[in-house]
């Protein structure tokens, strides 16, 4: 058996395939690239030629404007692609919209690179799918055992819940524009709230395109006020980016009620430190219990961590007799919004 | 349990009081008896148990989990209790989620033994939320900034009453609370008010206006000072002593010195202050009493408080509350003198013939204790005791603010209407350091007394010029050259052996901004000093 370092190996612009000369997210600009999902640290502009989902290129396409590539490739889930004797398949990820596992077979071996995944139902991306592999890619973003998530629909209860009790104010939801804004649209939707749900400009273009690819969102406004109108967003919820609850934006909104989005949520110093009033604990990435079950079902040869909380999950391999080591990728899981 | 503890979990979160009090008045409406009475009585405090010791519930969560990852994940939270309720490995369907309600009853017969043994059965069965509320409640520590005010305000919303009505009855309640609750969902009549020892609802001041004066006639007011201490109301009736806040929290445990001397039978209000030999001392003296759970011989004798009586509501067995206040200080007066108590003297009033000679003895006190008065109370003679804060009988005029010119130096995020706003100001003045550099120093922290508009301006300042942040809070630019000054108006002024600089203001607050003046020319800590209070 070849070692799987010859197949696909860390390097400083990301996971590279030798035998294919191409890489996986690359973090810098490189000649062919295979991209995982649409999230900005996955995905950059300016490579030579990149294969993905039909999604994720019109997510890039639309983040980056239609020249972001040289040439683009879109693949469907399960297709195969072979080139040099490196066969190449995107199979659902669960994490967004488009987003995929690369699996990566050459000489007689399987590396799936699973990018950002999460093993919890999305209304907005078909579930993950688990590969048998000899060589599992894995983030750990909440690789550390106190992040085990809630449902995210009791979340969406509790939201709703609070727009009951507190009519007067404005319920401003951070999340991050691509991938959980329409995420927790959808989850509204389905909980059977049907107003109107305003958003930061920043999503517009990004709901447009879920739509586009079938998602149907409902009645959604721009969060935009006419001078002297502020009492018009009592009682509703507002969508925008973490970084807007923080920023002048958020003033235009009566009596504002900041409410976050995220994974981090699970911990309380985190919420008390964005002077969140509502944490909401809804992640498009794997917690703990998720990464776990996921390893123990796969049982992969050999198990390589990304980044995250890498120090728990290798103890959990060692304690469950897993092959496993840490590649420290930099570049990933900056943007906190984002989980 | 779930919903209690998604209650402590919002108004964890919650910082603005109206949003505590909705949602504690919306759990009440909500909750069956007896969990929503368990409830309330965990928040107000009067419920603490020390059933598990952290050793033990470490000892817990150590059996059920590798200790490298436990230790890992205590470092990355910090809080053991968040630590286990987060890690605890869940068992759905294990058992039944208890009720608050059995919890308490099995906490308030079970030995220490059983206590753990059910702890760990509780664990298994709840949520993350669940464990974190059963660790605090078990630990004595929730810490949720509710205060028994507050729960007493959000009872008085939910059934439509005023808030001066459960304080009457509170006293004779005891958790659940069942009779307080059937009588505010109109179920049943309101609890017997009539347990002795119990709190009389206070009756409270509006402060006065200038153009009040052109209204009211001299000739039908009392005016006596304003004490700087607590208000307290101090009840001996039928074998019952009892010291209560003027919100009717019980405080006579940190108090057992005044509790001794309340030889009498009937109820005094008055101003709890610590005295020597007669003369009040600071305020600060007297917060070395407040807020403790017993007070030992030796804080006593340093610290020995007093009251000093404004006012009679009982006497014997006589309510006084409907007579004029000129009846009441007459009989107040005799009853102080009958009483003989080294720690309970006469709020002595201040003769006056017109305004102008009262607004001269306010700007300038006579020597003695009104030195370092609040201010003065106007009383109309013929006023009954009227709880709450009725518009007319009653005014404080307080003394007129200290102000000094102090330099912006740190900023936070404010709360709800301004949580997009630099709100929270921390302010400094000049000193100098060792080597003679002239160096600001903080004083204060003011978060109101500039209006919308200066808020704008303010954020923007700060916004333009953060030189560094700590979390969420910004560093403001702000040296010799450079700085924004703000005229900070303040009651008081103490030393103070937990500020850097010394000294501690008693309610700071912007009075104006002064974009017209340079920082270098703010106030220096030295004109502060002279500032304290001349106790």
Redesign the interface.
């Known amino acids: 058996m070849p070692k799987p370092e010859s197949v696909l190996c860390p390097s400083p612009a990301g996971l590279y395939c030798p035998p294919g000369d191409f890489y996986i997210d690359p973090v810098r600009s490189v000649e062919r690239a295979v991209i995982t999902h649409g999230h900005s640290d996955h995905a950059r502009s300016g490579h030579g030629a990149v294969v993905a989902t039909a999604e994720t290129l019109a997510i890039m396409a639309a983040r980056y404007g239609e020249d972001f590539v040289g040439s683009t490739e879109a693949v469907r889930y399960g297709q195969t692609i072979e080139r040099d004797g490196v066969q190449v398949t995107l199979v659902p990820a669960g994490h967004i919209l488009g987003s995929a596992q690369a699996v990566v077979r050459a000489k007689g071996m399987t590396i799936v690179a699973s990018g950002d995944y999460k093993r919890r139902r999305d209304p907005t991306c078909p579930p993950f799918e688990p590969v048998p592999c000899d060589v599992f890619v894995t983030e750990a973003t909440f690789g550390?055992?106190?992040?085990?998530f809630?449902e995210a629909s009791d979340e969406i209860v509790?939201l709703l819940k609070?727009v009951a009790?507190?009519p007067e104010?404005t319920h401003l939801v951070g999340a991050y524009a691509l991938g959980k804004a329409q995420r927790i649209i959808r989850l509204l939707r389905e909980a059977g709230y049907d107003q109107p749900i305003y958003v930061h400009g920043a999503m517009e273009k990004l709901n447009t395109l879920y739509e586009r690819f079938g998602i149907d969102l409902g009645p959604v406004e721009p969060a935009t006020v006419e001078k002297g109108k502020k009492k018009d967003f009592a009682g509703a919820i507002v969508i925008a980016p973490p970084s807007a609850i923080?920023?002048?934006?958020?003033?235009r909104f009566a009596?504002?009620?900041?409410a976050f989005a995220s994974g981090w949520m699970?911990?309380?110093?985190r919420?008390?430190?964005?002077?969140?009033?509502?944490?909401l604990v809804i992640s498009d990435h794997a917690d703990w219990s998720e990464l776990t079950a996921t390893l123990e079902e796969i049982k992969p040869g050999e198990v390589w961590i990304t980044h995250g909380?890498e120090?728990?999950l290798l103890?959990?391999c060692e304690?469950n007799d897993q092959k496993a080591r840490a590649l420290s990728l930099v570049g990933y899981g900056e943007d906190e919004g984002e989980a | 349990m779930r919903a209690f503890a998604n209650l402590l979990d919002r108004l964890a979160f919650t910082p603005q009081r109206n949003g505590k009090l909705t949602l504690l008045r919306d759990f009440m409406r909500e909750q069956p008896d007896p969990e929503r009475g368990w409830a309330l009585a965990a928040l107000t405090g009067a419920l603490s148990f020390d059933a598990a010791k952290p050793a033990f519930i470490r000892k817990a969560i150590e059996a059920r989990m590798d200790s490298a990852l436990f230790a890992l994940s205590y470092d990355y939270v910090g809080d053991l209790a968040e630590t286990v309720a987060l890690v605890w490995p869940a068992k759905p369907g294990a058992n039944r989620e208890p009720e608050l309600a059995e919890v308490v009853d099995a906490l308030r017969t079970a030995t220490r033994a059983e206590v753990q043994k059910l702890l760990e059965r509780w664990l298994d069965a709840l949520d993350p939320d669940g464990r974190w509320a059963l660790l605090k409640l078990l630990t004595g520590g929730l810490r949720v900034g509710v205060s028994a005010r507050l729960a007493k305000q959000a009872l008085a919303d939910m059934g439509g009453v005023e808030v001066s009505e459960i304080e009457e009855v509170w006293h004779g309640q005891e958790p659940p609370f069942e009779d307080l609750f059937a009588w505010l969902e109109k179920r049943s009549e309101k609890p017997t008010a009539d347990t002795p020892g119990r709190f009389r609802p206070v009756m409270l001041a509006h402060a006065i206006d200038d153009t009040d004066f052109a209204k009211l006639d001299a000739k039908d007011f009392a005016a006596e000072w304003k004490w700087d201490g607590i208000r307290v109301q101090a009840v001996s009736e039928r074998a019952q002593r009892k010291l209560y806040s003027r919100t009717g929290d019980e405080i006579g445990a940190s108090f057992p010195d005044v509790l001794d001397f309340l030889n009498f039978e009937g109820v005094i209000d008055g101003e709890l202050l610590v005295m020597r030999e007669g003369a009040v001392a600071s305020f600060s003296d007297l917060q070395q009493r407040l807020n403790r759970k017993t007070a030992d011989a030796k804080l006593i004798s340093k610290f020995p408080a007093g009251i000093r009586a404004y006012d009679l509501l009982l006497e014997g067995e006589t309510d006084l509350r409907h007579l004029p206040f000129r009846e009441r200080r007459v009989r107040l007066e005799a009853f102080v003198k009958s009483t003989r108590s080294p720690r309970i003297d006469l709020s002595p009033l201040q003769p006056f013939e017109n305004w102008e000679e009262l607004a001269a003895l306010r700007a300038n006190p006579p020597e003695g204790d009104p030195r370092v008065a609040e201010g003065l109370m106007l009383k109309r003679w013929d006023s009954i005791y009227e709880a709450g804060r009725p518009k007319g009988p009653w005014f404080k005029w307080k003394r007129d603010p200290h102000l000094i010119d102090a330099v912006l130096m740190y900023a936070q995020r404010g709360h709800g209407k301004r949580s997009g706003f630099y709100s929270d100001y921390t302010f400094g003045v000049w000193r100098e350091d060792p080597n003679g550099d002239r160096m600001l120093t903080p004083v204060g922290k003011a978060y109101f007394g500039f209006t919308d508009e200066e808020l704008k301006q303010i954020d923007k300042f700060v916004r333009d010029n953060t030189v560094d942040r700590f979390g969420p809070v910004r560093v403001v630019k702000a040296n010799k050259e450079f700085g924004l000054v703000f005229e900070v108006a303040f009651e008081g002024l103490q030393r103070s052996s937990r500020h850097k600089s010394g000294v501690a203001m008693r309610f700071p607050r912007i009075s104006r901004l002064r974009w017209d003046k340079p920082a270098r020319e703010a106030d220096e800590l030295s004109t502060l000093e002279k500032m304290l209070d001349p106790i």
Request: hydrophobic share 35%; net charge positive; glycine share 2%.
């Open positions: 550390i055992p106190v992040f085990n809630p509790r609070s009790q507190f104010r923080d920023d002048r934006w958020s003033r009596d504002p009620l900041p699970r911990v309380r110093a919420a008390r430190q964005r002077q969140v009033e509502l944490p909380g120090d728990a103890r959990w304690l």
